[in-house]
């Protein structure tokens, strides 16, 4: 018995010791505003811990003033002297500075929070605080709260771009369009690994005459026209003698009188009434398989097989993408253990290629 206790004892020390020093948190300052702002467990000070999570998420040790410290919202705060974001005091004018719903602002400048530097607010170039405001709180879904607008300018995602601010519209997430242009908005550039986000908005085309109607989140039509912006010159414009049929199929890929359009690119060769779309990016109609839209050419239309979501076989050949795998023996090729490579016996590959003999 005496030995259980030592036991116990014990356990209860190292639970104190641990708690003593590995402990950051103690008493959140006021719950009911912000989950990351706490008083330190031992120090007298404010520790900024987001959502509390301090051993994965980590802590800092702020230098505000206890007594007079209140958060005001999830990641600021502020005391009788300055203005904290995630703990850290922010130069910005301590009497006029405002947060007010997703603007960031004192008389001088308008914040960004989502700037290169981790903890410290960006200055928005050239924005007014004066008359900087949501470009239109109408705008559906998450998407509003991109865009903004002063007397001078648009700006989206906080950068300053092309456009008139009192005509300045979003379609979708693709186009937008003002008085005069229509504009591509970019997101991304690149594939896979190389994709990097730019948040570019591109002034691509003088307006065009008729009624627009948004098609689907990257399609609009603006009268007998269909714009979009997917391909390398990011902006693709088709113009018909008139449009009678008009049909969503996904973020990709819309029919406009029974064409197939993916990416912005015009598909005609594709039959639309047989089109189906396959697992990952592949697809087929009643003549043929396609990749992306475009078609395999020597695919055995009854034997073909997807096996990844850039491989396919049929009893003849190995296909990456839309191209034939040179040399790849169908009935042996499968995946090995390393990523991206895969083998038949006899040589191994990668993106298609081949890149050694298959190890003995």
């Known amino acids: ?65 206890v007594a007079t410290f209140q958060p005001l919202n999830q990641d600021f ?4 002297n300055s203005v904290f974001w995630k703990g850290r005091k922010q130069l910005v004018d301590y009497d006029t500075f405002e947060i007010d719903g997703f603007i960031i602002k004192d008389k001088n400048y308008v914040y960004n929070s989502n700037g290169n530097k981790f903890d410290e607010l960006e200055i928005i170039k050239d924005a007014d605080p004066k008359t900087y405001q949501l470009l239109d709180s109408s705008i559906e879904n998450y998407q509003h709260i991109n865009w903004f607008k002063d007397i001078n300018a648009v700006y989206y995602k906080n950068k300053k771009i092309e456009g008139d601010p009192h005509t300045f519209k979003p379609l979708n997430d693709a186009i937008a369009i003002d008085a005069n242009f229509i504009y591509a908005i970019i997101t991304y550039r690149g594939e896979g690994i190389e994709m990097l986000e730019v948040n570019q908005v591109i002034r691509k085309h003088k307006r065009i005459d008729g009624e627009i ?25 088709h113009t018909f003698d008139s449009i009678v049929t008009v049909k969503s199929i996904d973020y990709w890929k819309i029919i406009v009188n029974n064409i197939l359009i993916n ?32 078609k395999i050419a020597q695919a055995d239309y009854l034997s073909f097989k997807i096996i990844s979501n850039e491989y396919s076989k049929d009893v003849k050949h190995v296909y990456f993408k839309n ?5 790849a023996n169908p009935d042996t090729f ?14 191994r590959y990668k993106d298609g290629q081949v890149i050694s003999p298959n190890k003995a």
Not at 323 to 327: F, P, R, S, W
């Open 323 to 327: 191209n034939i795998v040179k040399g």
């Open 213 to 237: 109607k948004p098609i689907n989140e990257t399609y609009v039509q603006i009268g007998n026209s269909v714009v979009s912006a997917f391909t390398k010159s990011e902006f693709e414009l």
């Open 334 to 347: 499968k995946a090995t253990s390393e990523y991206g490579i895969w083998e038949d016996g006899q040589n």
């Open 77 to 80: 705060g502020k005391d009788k």
């Open 263 to 294: 990416k912005g690119i015009q598909r005609p060769e594709i039959d639309v009434e047989s089109f189906e779309d396959l697992d990952h990016n592949f697809s087929k109609d009643k003549n043929s398989i396609y990749f992306d839209c475009e």
């Open 1 to 65: 018995m005496k030995v259980l206790y030592i036991i116990l004892a014990l356990v209860i020390l190292a639970i104190l010791v641990i708690r003593f020093f590995l402990f950051k948190i103690g008493k959140p300052v006021n719950l009911k505003v912000s989950n990351s702002y706490f008083h330190h467990y031992r120090k007298k000070l404010i520790v900024y811990s987001p959502m509390g999570n301090w051993f994965e998420l980590g802590y800092f040790e702020s230098t505000a003033d």
